[in-house]
Nanobody, 124 residues
């Protein structure tokens, strides 16, 4: 079982940047696609970005395309989410999760191992 652990959240002003990290404990995450998902206050959890097991394929929700970049280092069992040009509407708890397969999707129901989340707050 993969146990993701997120770090890197915090408070940042609009226009600023943050880099989230997700390291796996337990089994290696290199055999699974990984994703970043978020939940804003009073809203449902939604897909943000995903990356295939090898890192060659990535996908993003429209609202973060061009601002966020997902990457991974399988040698370190770590996945990253670089967030630039942050907006107040990006404020949420961000979760790292392991997909059930190699290539991943934007369907959050297919993410089976979840971290505890890290808070990102963007002030205006």
């Amino acid at each position: 079982q993969v146990r993701p652990v997120e770090s890197g959240g915090g408070l940042v002003q609009a226009g600023g940047s943050l880099r989230l990290s997700c390291i796996a404990s337990g089994r290696t995450l290199s055999s699974r696609a990984m994703g970043w998902l978020r939940q804003a206050p009073g809203k449902e959890r939604t897909f943000v970005a995903g990356i295939s097991w090898s890192g060659e394929s990535t996908r993003y929700t429209d609202s973060v395309q061009g601002r966020f970049t997902v990457s991974r280092d399988n040698g370190k069992d770590t996945v990253y989410l670089q967030m630039n040009s942050l907006k107040p509407e990006d404020t949420a708890v961000y979760y790292c999760a392991a997909h059930r397969g190699l290539w991943g999707t934007d369907n959050i129901d297919e993410y089976i191992y979840w971290g505890q989340g890290t808070q990102v707050t963007v002030s205006s």
